[in-house]
């Protein structure tokens, strides 16, 4: 085809357009499921969250937490957030970041006070107590404030109190308080001449009165004389070669004889056991137990 000389011209003049075809970024999003709460103290654990790209996700953490490679280590108690991110490659646009919070709770120490004992009269002791519960190797040396320990209420006659602990505070750690017994204890000085204490075995005649006499010092120079402080007067059967405290007690038989009585002038309790004469050939315990709790006993090998 052979164009005129002016139709050639205008063919050469002819511009034509361009077109460019721009490809935008894939928008993706992160799936990363909700996490339990922890307890300061529990072990490290894993967190995964997957991306809609397929691109591998990171995380962050923010509050008493750490994250490093998936693995989340716990750092205090309080919350902890996990942020998992994805952001982006040539082909993807940067994910929007998912965040997980959760509660870290507190460890809880157990405060468990030791038992005490006075003699009526004498100075209270200090008190002291026991930690369980430490994790992560600690001990009380991280505690922000140690608790402490007192009776749970008056303590001036003798008897068994409660030990009472509270007041401990810590960021990482709630305390559960046990509780332990004061027993303020009459200075029992032991039955008085003519039978002797233990581990002694005295000797008597089966059938015979057994007079038994005891002091009970107030602590403040003086002497308790209240038949209400003695809860108990009784015996049992033992094993001659045992001093053991009794089981399955008797209340020691007073046929015709005054009892229980407190004399004045001498400040002494007093009581007149009427042995059975069943006990001939035989070893008993006879014993006397007083309010404070404490059991005071003698031993007998009976003719």
Request: hydrophobic residues 35%; charged residues 15%; contains cysteine.
């Amino acid at each position: 085809l052979e164009l005129s000389s002016a139709a050639s011209d205008v063919y050469k003049r002819q511009s034509y357009n361009s077109a460019t075809l721009t490809v935008e970024k894939a928008d993706q999003t992160i799936t990363f499921g909700s996490l339990a709460d922890k307890t300061y103290g529990d072990i490290p654990f894993a967190v995964s969250a997957s991306a809609t790209s397929g691109l591998s996700v990171d995380f962050f953490a923010s509050g008493n937490c750490s994250v490093a490679g998936g693995s989340v280590t716990i750092t205090g108690a309080g919350s902890c957030t996990i942020t998992a991110s994805q952001p982006g490659n040539g082909n993807y646009e940067a994910a929007p970041d998912v965040d997980q919070t959760f509660a870290v709770n507190k460890a809880v120490l157990t405060i468990s006070p030791d038992n005490q004992s006075i003699t009526l009269g004498a100075p209270d002791p200090s008190f002291t107590f026991a930690y369980s519960g430490f994790v992560n190797g600690e001990n009380s040396g991280v505690i922000d404030t140690a608790p402490t320990c007192d009776f749970s209420g008056p303590h001036s006659a003798a008897g068994i109190y409660s030990i009472t602990c509270s007041g401990g505070a810590d960021n990482n750690y709630s305390f559960n308080y046990e509780t332990a017994t004061f027993s303020v204890l009459y200075n029992f000085i032991g039955f008085l001449s003519p039978f002797d204490n233990l581990p002694a075995i005295n000797t008597a005649k089966a059938g015979q009165s057994v007079p038994f006499k005891w002091q009970l010092p107030d602590g403040q120079g003086g002497f308790i004389g209240d038949l209400s402080v003695v809860t108990a007067i009784q015996y049992t059967l033992v094993a001659c070669d045992s001093g053991s405290i009794p089981e399955n007690p008797v209340d020691a038989d007073t046929s015709g004889n005054s009892g229980l009585t407190y004399d004045v002038a001498d400040q002494q309790f007093k009581f007149v056991w009427k042995t059975p004469k069943s006990l001939k050939g035989q070893c008993a315990n006879f014993y006397v137990g007083l309010n404070d709790g404490s059991v005071h006993t003698a031993t007998f090998s009976f003719k």
